[in-house]
Protein backbone atom coordinates (compact mmCIF):
# COMPACT_ATOMS: atom_id res chain seq x y z
CA UNK A 1 0.00 0.00 0.00
CA UNK A 2 1.32 3.28 -1.01
CA UNK A 3 -0.05 6.48 0.06
CA UNK A 4 0.79 10.00 -1.72
CA UNK A 5 -0.15 13.72 -1.40
CA UNK A 6 0.41 16.92 -3.22
CA UNK A 7 1.82 19.38 -1.13
CA UNK A 8 0.27 22.45 -3.31
CA UNK A 9 -3.06 20.83 -2.75
CA UNK A 10 -2.46 19.60 0.40
CA UNK A 11 -4.27 16.23 0.24
CA UNK A 12 -3.41 12.30 1.03
CA UNK A 13 -4.79 9.34 -1.06
CA UNK A 14 -4.15 6.07 -1.65
CA UNK A 15 -2.82 5.97 -5.21
CA UNK A 16 -2.63 3.41 -8.19
CA UNK A 17 -0.43 4.05 -10.76
CA UNK A 18 -2.00 3.81 -14.40
CA UNK A 19 0.49 4.99 -16.54
CA UNK A 20 2.91 2.96 -18.37
CA UNK A 21 6.28 3.19 -16.15
CA UNK A 22 8.03 6.21 -16.70
CA UNK A 23 11.72 5.74 -18.72
CA UNK A 24 13.71 7.78 -15.70
CA UNK A 25 16.16 5.55 -14.22
CA UNK A 26 17.17 5.67 -10.13
CA UNK A 27 20.42 7.78 -9.52
CA UNK A 28 21.08 7.15 -5.90
CA UNK A 29 20.05 9.24 -3.07
CA UNK A 30 19.51 12.03 -5.16
CA UNK A 31 17.69 11.94 -8.88
CA UNK A 32 17.98 15.51 -10.28
CA UNK A 33 16.56 14.57 -13.53
CA UNK A 34 15.63 18.34 -13.86
CA UNK A 35 18.87 19.50 -13.25
CA UNK A 36 18.31 22.07 -10.37
CA UNK A 37 19.91 21.07 -7.22
CA UNK A 38 23.31 22.55 -7.36
CA UNK A 39 26.38 19.93 -5.99
CA UNK A 40 26.46 21.49 -2.51
CA UNK A 41 22.71 21.20 -1.97
CA UNK A 42 22.51 17.37 -3.45
CA UNK A 43 25.62 16.40 -1.20
CA UNK A 44 23.71 17.61 1.80
CA UNK A 45 20.32 15.88 0.37
CA UNK A 46 22.49 12.51 0.12
CA UNK A 47 24.48 12.84 3.39
CA UNK A 48 20.73 12.94 5.47
CA UNK A 49 19.60 10.12 3.39
CA UNK A 50 22.55 8.20 3.75
CA UNK A 51 22.50 8.59 7.52
CA UNK A 52 18.86 7.77 7.88
CA UNK A 53 19.00 4.70 6.00
CA UNK A 54 22.23 3.53 8.31
CA UNK A 55 20.76 4.43 11.58
CA UNK A 56 17.02 3.09 10.94
CA UNK A 57 16.73 1.43 7.65
CA UNK A 58 14.45 3.93 5.92
CA UNK A 59 14.99 4.08 2.49
CA UNK A 60 14.41 8.14 1.16
CA UNK A 61 15.02 9.21 -2.01
CA UNK A 62 14.29 12.75 -3.93
CA UNK A 63 13.63 12.78 -7.40
CA UNK A 64 13.23 15.99 -9.45
CA UNK A 65 11.81 16.16 -12.88
CA UNK A 66 11.29 18.87 -15.84
CA UNK A 67 7.33 17.96 -16.57
CA UNK A 68 4.70 15.72 -15.36
CA UNK A 69 3.44 14.29 -18.67
CA UNK A 70 2.58 11.77 -19.17
CA UNK A 71 1.15 11.58 -15.82
CA UNK A 72 -1.74 14.05 -15.06
CA UNK A 73 -0.53 14.98 -11.34
CA UNK A 74 2.57 14.94 -9.07
CA UNK A 75 0.96 11.80 -7.34
CA UNK A 76 0.61 9.95 -10.10
CA UNK A 77 4.46 10.14 -11.60
CA UNK A 78 5.77 9.59 -7.52
CA UNK A 79 3.55 6.78 -7.15
CA UNK A 80 5.07 5.31 -10.64
CA UNK A 81 8.27 5.86 -9.83
CA UNK A 82 8.18 4.04 -6.33
CA UNK A 83 6.53 1.05 -7.85
CA UNK A 84 8.91 1.15 -10.92
CA UNK A 85 12.32 1.37 -8.57
CA UNK A 86 11.28 -0.70 -5.76
CA UNK A 87 11.77 1.67 -2.97
CA UNK A 88 11.42 0.29 0.74
CA UNK A 89 11.09 -2.68 -1.20
CA UNK A 90 14.13 -4.17 0.59
CA UNK A 91 13.56 -1.95 3.89
CA UNK A 92 9.62 -4.07 4.52
CA UNK A 93 8.33 -1.09 3.13
CA UNK A 94 9.54 1.31 4.73
CA UNK A 95 10.22 4.02 2.19
CA UNK A 96 9.75 7.64 1.01
CA UNK A 97 10.65 9.07 -2.71
CA UNK A 98 9.71 12.85 -2.71
CA UNK A 99 9.54 13.97 -6.18
CA UNK A 100 9.46 17.38 -7.85
CA UNK A 101 8.09 18.48 -10.98
CA UNK A 102 9.66 21.95 -12.00
CA UNK A 103 7.32 23.01 -14.75
CA UNK A 104 4.03 22.80 -12.59
CA UNK A 105 5.48 23.85 -9.14
CA UNK A 106 4.30 20.50 -7.86
CA UNK A 107 5.75 18.48 -5.62
CA UNK A 108 4.51 15.17 -3.80
CA UNK A 109 5.40 12.19 -1.39
CA UNK A 110 5.27 8.64 -1.64
CA UNK A 111 5.83 6.29 0.96
CA UNK A 112 5.40 2.50 1.86
CA UNK A 113 2.34 1.38 4.49
CA UNK A 114 4.67 1.29 7.38
CA UNK A 115 5.80 4.59 7.46
CA UNK A 116 1.94 6.15 7.67
CA UNK A 117 2.13 6.23 11.28
CA UNK A 118 5.45 7.75 11.33
CA UNK A 119 5.22 10.94 8.82
CA UNK A 120 1.66 10.42 6.86
CA UNK A 121 -1.07 12.87 6.54
CA UNK A 122 -0.53 16.15 8.35
CA UNK A 123 3.46 15.74 9.61
CA UNK A 124 4.13 15.38 5.84
CA UNK A 125 2.07 18.15 4.95
CA UNK A 126 3.32 20.31 7.64
CA UNK A 127 6.74 19.73 6.65
CA UNK A 128 5.81 20.43 3.03
CA UNK A 129 3.72 23.66 3.71
CA UNK A 130 6.63 24.95 6.07
CA UNK A 131 9.86 24.27 3.70
CA UNK A 132 9.28 23.21 0.35
CA UNK A 133 6.55 25.17 -0.70
CA UNK A 134 7.67 28.76 0.32
CA UNK A 135 11.44 27.18 -1.64
CA UNK A 136 9.46 26.45 -4.80
CA UNK A 137 8.04 29.51 -5.07
CA UNK A 138 11.49 31.12 -4.85
CA UNK A 139 13.18 28.62 -7.37
CA UNK A 140 15.07 27.62 -4.41
CA UNK A 141 14.52 23.85 -5.19
CA UNK A 142 17.84 22.65 -3.35
CA UNK A 143 17.28 24.16 -0.56
CA UNK A 144 13.60 23.29 -0.33
CA UNK A 145 14.32 19.90 -0.83
CA UNK A 146 17.00 19.51 1.75
CA UNK A 147 15.07 20.92 4.47
CA UNK A 148 11.86 18.72 3.32
CA UNK A 149 14.33 15.66 3.88
CA UNK A 150 15.68 16.37 7.16
CA UNK A 151 12.20 16.92 8.12
CA UNK A 152 10.74 14.33 7.48
CA UNK A 153 14.15 12.30 8.50
CA UNK A 154 13.92 13.84 12.21
CA UNK A 155 10.79 12.29 13.03
CA UNK A 156 11.77 8.64 11.72
CA UNK A 157 14.51 8.45 13.95
CA UNK A 158 13.16 6.00 16.50
CA UNK A 159 12.40 3.53 13.58
CA UNK A 160 14.66 0.59 13.24
CA UNK A 161 14.04 -1.66 10.19
CA UNK A 162 14.40 -5.75 10.72
CA UNK A 163 16.10 -5.26 13.96
CA UNK A 164 15.50 -8.14 15.24
CA UNK A 165 17.20 -9.98 12.25
CA UNK A 166 20.26 -8.24 12.62
CA UNK A 167 20.35 -8.67 16.48
CA UNK A 168 20.41 -12.09 15.64
CA UNK A 169 23.21 -12.08 13.02
CA UNK A 170 25.45 -9.92 15.26
CA UNK A 171 24.49 -12.76 17.92
CA UNK A 172 25.91 -15.55 15.98
CA UNK A 173 28.91 -13.42 14.09
CA UNK A 174 29.76 -13.50 18.13
CA UNK A 175 29.66 -17.48 18.58
CA UNK A 176 31.08 -17.87 15.35
CA UNK A 177 34.46 -15.50 16.57
CA UNK A 178 34.54 -16.90 19.48
CA UNK A 179 34.80 -20.40 18.42
CA UNK A 180 37.22 -20.10 15.84
CA UNK A 181 39.40 -18.09 18.59
CA UNK A 182 38.96 -21.06 20.90
CA UNK A 183 39.66 -23.67 18.12
CA UNK A 184 43.01 -21.65 16.99
CA UNK A 185 44.29 -21.39 20.76
CA UNK A 186 43.56 -24.98 21.42
CA UNK A 187 45.83 -25.65 17.83
CA UNK A 188 48.66 -23.65 19.20
CA UNK A 189 48.71 -25.66 22.62
CA UNK A 190 49.00 -29.09 20.34
CA UNK A 191 51.66 -27.81 18.23
CA UNK A 192 53.51 -27.60 21.20
CA UNK A 193 53.38 -30.89 22.57
CA UNK A 194 54.69 -32.87 20.13
CA UNK A 195 54.00 -35.74 22.73
CA UNK A 196 50.97 -35.62 21.80
CA UNK A 197 51.53 -35.25 17.86
CA UNK A 198 53.80 -38.36 18.15
CA UNK A 199 52.16 -40.92 20.23
CA UNK A 200 55.01 -43.69 19.17
CA UNK A 201 57.32 -41.76 21.37
CA UNK A 202 54.77 -42.19 24.04
CA UNK A 203 54.38 -46.00 23.24
CA UNK A 204 58.48 -46.27 23.63
CA UNK A 205 58.16 -44.87 27.11
CA UNK A 206 55.77 -47.45 28.44
CA UNK A 207 52.90 -45.40 28.59
CA UNK A 208 50.33 -47.50 26.83
CA UNK A 209 49.37 -51.14 27.67
CA UNK A 210 51.50 -53.10 29.65
CA UNK A 211 53.02 -50.15 31.08
CA UNK A 212 51.63 -51.09 34.48
CA UNK A 213 50.13 -47.31 35.12
CA UNK A 214 46.41 -48.31 34.34
CA UNK A 215 46.52 -47.40 30.27
CA UNK A 216 43.95 -45.17 28.69
CA UNK A 217 44.62 -42.28 31.27
CA UNK A 218 43.97 -44.49 34.12
CA UNK A 219 39.86 -44.81 32.94
CA UNK A 220 40.05 -48.65 33.11
CA UNK A 221 42.13 -48.88 36.41
CA UNK A 222 45.05 -50.86 36.33
CA UNK A 223 44.66 -52.72 32.98
CA UNK A 224 48.27 -52.98 32.34
CA UNK A 225 48.86 -54.45 36.02
CA UNK A 226 46.33 -57.27 34.90
CA UNK A 227 48.88 -58.43 31.88
CA UNK A 228 52.00 -58.52 34.35
CA UNK A 229 53.08 -55.59 33.37
CA UNK A 230 55.49 -56.88 30.89
CA UNK A 231 52.78 -55.42 28.07
CA UNK A 232 52.52 -57.11 24.52
CA UNK A 233 55.07 -60.02 23.46
Same mark, same amino acid.
Given at each position: ????????????????????????????????????????? &???????????? &????????????????????????????????????????????????????????????????????????????????????????????????????????????????????????????????????????????????????????????????????????????????????
Amino acid at each position: MLLCGIWAALSWSPVEAREKPPALEPLGYVSDHAGVIDSDW &RARIRSVCQDLE &RKTGVEMVVVTVPSLPPYGSANDYATALYQKWGIGSAQEEHGVLILLSVQERQAAVTMGRRMLPVMGGEVAGRVGREYLDPAIKNGHFGEGLYRTVVGLAAVSQDIRVGSLQKTHFRGLGFWITLFTASGALWFLWWLSRPDLRHPYARIRKGEYWGSGQGGFGGNFGGMGGAMGGEGWK
